[in-house]
C-alpha cells in the first residue's frame, strides 16, 4: 500500500473523568484496540484570576505604591512580601470570575491606578484528560458503546498532536 492510502489518524478527547475513572478508561480502550495511542494529562482550569500591581524593586517602592493607594482611598490590599517572583507586588484581590476581576479593574482605573493587571492563576485541576489516537476505523470500535460510567464524559479537543 502507498503511503497516500493510509487512513488519517484520528483523536477523541475525553475530559473532566476523575483519576480513576480515566485509569479504567485507558485500561479499557487498550484492551479493546491495540493500535491506540492513550495519553492522559491533568485538566488545567482557570482556578482564580489575580488582580495586582507588579513587583516593586524593594520594600520601600511597595510601601510607597501602597501608600498612594490609600491617599486615592483604596482600601482592600496587601503587599506580598514573602519572596518569589511575586515579592513585593500589591495584591489587589483574587476573583473567581474575569468579568468581577475587569469590573474592580475598571474601577481603579477611574481612580486613577493605571499599573493594575489582571494574571490568570490556573491549576492543574484533580479532572484528567484521556486522549484516544488512532486510524479513525479502530478508534470508533474502541469507543462505541462505552460502559454507563463512561457515558457522561465530556467531550473535548485534542491537543494540537506534537510533531
Known amino acids: ?3 497516500a492510502t493510509l487512513p488519517k489518524e484520528a483523536c477523541r478527547a475525553l475530559a473532566g473523568l476523575e483519576r480513576e475513572t480515566a485509569d479504567k478508561l485507558v485500561e479499557l480502550l487498550a484492551g479493546r484496540e491495540a493500535q491506540l495511542r492513550v495519553d492522559q494529562h491533568p485538566l488545567n482550569e482557570p482556578s482564580s484570576w489575580w488582580l495586582h500591581i507588579p513587583p516593586s524593586s524593594n520594600s520601600a517602592q511597595a510601601d510607597k505604591k501602597a501608600a498612594e493607594l490609600a491617599r486615592l482611598g483604596i482600601k482592600d ?16 484581590g483574587l476573583y ?3 468579568e468581577s476581576a475587569k469590573a474592580y479593574l475598571d474601577v481603579l482605573q477611574k481612580k486613577k491606578v493605571k499599573t493594575a493587571r489582571i494574571q490568570v492563576r490556573e491549576t492543574a485541576g484533580d479532572k484528567i484528560v484521556v486522549e484516544v489516537r488512532g486510524n479513525a476505523e479502530g478508534l470508533a470500535k474502541a469507543m462505541a458503546d ?7 464524559v465530556q467531550k473535548a479537543e485534542c491537543a494540537a498532536a506534537k510533531p
Open 1 to 3: 500500500s502507498t503511503p
Open 77 to 92: 490590599f496587601f503587599i506580598v512580601r514573602e519572596s518569589g517572583p511575586n515579592q513585593y507586588a500589591i495584591s489587589l
Open 96 to 98: 473567581k470570575s474575569e
Open 146 to 152: 462505552l460502559p454507563p460510567e463512561f457515558a457522561s
